[in-house]
Nanobody
Framework: QVQLVESGGGLAQAGESLTLSCAAS????????LAWYRQSPGKQRELVAR???????NYGGSVKGRFTISRDGAENTAVLYMKSLKPEDTGVYYC??????????WGQGTQVTVSS
């Protein structure tokens, strides 16, 4: 059974950095994409960053230039490095793993709180 295990997050002040990690355990295949989404209070869940198994990346508009997602080739581990954090980056961050013709997997979420 596939499980997404998230680590990192916590509390930071504006301008500081945090790193989130996501590891998919129990998978015998490489996910097409690994991604981070976040849900802020009163808002819908939104894409933060996505990376494919060949290294193609996509970022949400509000984090471009500040966040970097990386992945070790086709391994099922993704790291999100967040710098120059802003209070509006506060939210619950969820790891997502996608494989074609399969339902997506979600992690349990990790809280990121950025104080001004």
């Amino acid at each position: 059974q596939v499980q997404l295990v998230e680590s990192g997050g916590g509390l930071a002040q504006a301008g500081e950095s945090l790193t989130l990690s996501c590891a998919a355990s129990g998978a015998t295949f490489s996910f097409n994409t690994l991604a981070w989404y976040r849900q802020s209070p009163g808002k819908q869940r939104e894409l933060v960053a996505r990376i494919s198994n060949i290294g193609t990346t996509n970022y949400g508009g509000s984090v471009k230039g500040r966040f970097t997602i990386s992945r070790d080739g086709a391994e099922n581990t993704a790291v999100l490095y967040m710098k120059s954090l802003k209070p509006e980056d506060t939210g619950v961050y969820y790891c997502n793993a996608f494989r074609i013709e399969s339902p997506p997997y979600w992690g349990q979420g990790t809280q990121v709180t950025v104080s001004s």
